[in-house]
């Protein structure tokens, strides 16, 4: 590498880091082909349930300069929202680990923000765009290539040190980089520990997950009910579901995120009952600004009605 991208690279890097994010890694605009048939073949399946979106631009998908302009690069960051693991009564209703704060589209569009206004001072010609799950971008495969970790079985990327328990976002830019890291090697091996634990056998081979069966989709993005044969498989989650990262050793030893808007919210004195009760504006006042709140009101009460019925108690 030159060293004057290399210092460029460097600079970028120590701001992200000083912004808050937990890792940056660079990798250069190539056609993604093989992840495009990758793509097609779980569309093919049905395996993304009703997420139609998924279905759309692959084009775009697979050529990430089609949706910015002169696109020569990525810059993959990683944000780690872990702030350690919540003990719940047995039998008490479950809220996925991410949710339990400020939603992660805004904590991270405001820090890839600032990210992107350092490097457009750093840099006068830099132009691009900057993305947190909000455009048809192949997150993980970017963040493979940039050397944020590898992709787990379990569909999610994993860092040897940081684990799994991070989002991503990405500058797509005209900035011209060399590999900044070199990709991490695969470390899964011949563990099988998410498949096993996954409760509803949503992972179907080697990162690839049914969403149909997946309870973190059937508690999210399924606005309809939710199955009756996965009802008592949800283990307790009324929105997402962290077990097959919870049983991935390489999250054994993670770091606390130090990120202040994540772990703010406490629902872990909150039985199935508590939902119940709840009034729409009481849930809105209790979820404000998280992704529970995004999900609303009406979903997170009838899956909760779903799971008692299944359980034949009364809604009253
Ligand atoms: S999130 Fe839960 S249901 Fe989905 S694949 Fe992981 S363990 Fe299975
Ligand atoms: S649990 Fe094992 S197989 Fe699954 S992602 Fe973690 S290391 Fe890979």
């Known amino acids: 590498m030159n060293k004057e991208q290399a210092d460029i690279q460097a600079k970028i890097k120590a701001e992200a880091i000083r912004l808050g994010f937990s890792d940056c890694g660079f990798s250069t605009i190539e056609p993604l082909s093989q992840e495009k048939t990758f793509l097609l073949t779980w569309l093919k399946q049905s395996y993304h349930a009703d997420l139609q979106y998924m279905a759309n631009n692959i084009d775009k998908r697979e050529h990430a300069d089609l949706l910015v302009e002169e696109a020569k690069s990525v810059i993959s960051l990683s944000l780690n929202y872990y702030k350690g693991d ?15 704060g400020r939603d992660y589209h805004k904590v991270v569009k405001k820090k890839l923000k600032a990210l992107f206004q350092y490097i457009e001072i750093l840099l006068p010609h830099f132009k691009g765009r900057y993305f947190v799950d909000s455009a048809p971008v192949m997150d993980k495969v970017w963040a493979v290539k940039s050397g944020l970790g590898w992709m787990g079985k379990n569909g999610n990327i994993i860092h040897p040190k940081r684990g799994s328990f991070f989002f991503i976002g990405e500058i797509i830019s005209n900035l011209e980089v060399e590999s900044y890291h070199d990709e991490i090697q695969n470390y899964c091996g011949t563990c099988r520990r998410c498949i ?49 990262q919870d049983v991935c050793p390489w999250n054994n030893k993670v770091a606390i995120s130090s990120e202040i808007e994540f772990g703010t919210l406490d629902v872990s004195k ?39 019925s299944h359980r034949n108690e009364n809604l009253d």
């Open 86 to 100: 919540i003990s719940y009564e047995f039998g008490q209703a479950k809220i996925s680990k991410y949710a339990l």
């Open 196 to 244: 096993e634990a996954c409760p509803t056998q949503a992972i179907v081979s080697n990162a690839v997950i049914d969403a149909r069966r997946c309870i973190s989709y059937q508690t999210i993005e399924n606005k309809g009910s939710i199955p009756n044969n996965i009802v008592p498989l949800l283990n307790d989650y009324i929105f997402g579901c962290d077990i097959c």
């Open 270 to 308: 909150l039985n199935y009952r508590d939902y119940l009760k709840m009034n729409e504006e009481e849930f809105n006042t209790l979820f404000e600004g998280s992704p529970v709140k995004r999900a609303g009101y009406l979903k997170i009460q009838n899956t909760v009605k779903q799971i008692l």
